[in-house]
Nanobody, 122 residues
Framework: QVQLVESGGGLVQAGGSLRLSCAAS????????MGWYRQAPGKEREFVAA????????DYADSAKGRFTISRDTAKSTVYLQMNSLKPEDTAIYYC???????????????WGQGTQVTVSS
């Protein structure tokens, strides 16, 4: 059974930094794409960043480019999201996601963590 456990959220002032972690377990993730999504109050969940477990290629939402960095530690089976220059509009619950990938296509069920709250004060 796949489990994704996020940590590292908290309260930070605008301009500050946080590093989120997602500990993944329950299977090997070599053919998975791992991602971070977020959901602000009253808004839909949106994509933030993703990384292919094998190879490490990355994708970012425009709002994350230049400020956020996604990475993974295969030995620790953990995915990270380093967030710098945080803005109040980054306030949201951040969710870790895992989904199988074949070529460029996402396949199979999507797995989600329970989320971690990030609050950026102005």
């Amino acid at each position: 059974q796949v489990q994704l456990v996020e940590s590292g959220g908290g309260l930070v002032q605008a301009g500050g930094s946080l590093r989120l972690s997602c500990a993944a377990s329950g299977r090997t993730f070599s053919n998975y794409k791992m991602g971070w999504y977020r959901q602000a109050p009253g808004k839909e969940r949106e994509f933030v960043a993703a990384i292919n477990w094998s190879g490490g290629s990355t994708d970012y939402a425009d709002s994350a480019k230049g400020r956020f960095t996604i990475s993974r530690d295969t030995a620790k089976s953990t995915v990270y999201l380093q967030m710098n220059s945080l803005k109040p509009e980054d306030t949201a619950i951040y969710y870790c996601n895992a989904r199988g990938v074949r070529g460029v296509a996402l396949i199979g069920a999507a797995y989600w963590g329970q989320g971690t709250q990030v609050t950026v004060s102005s």
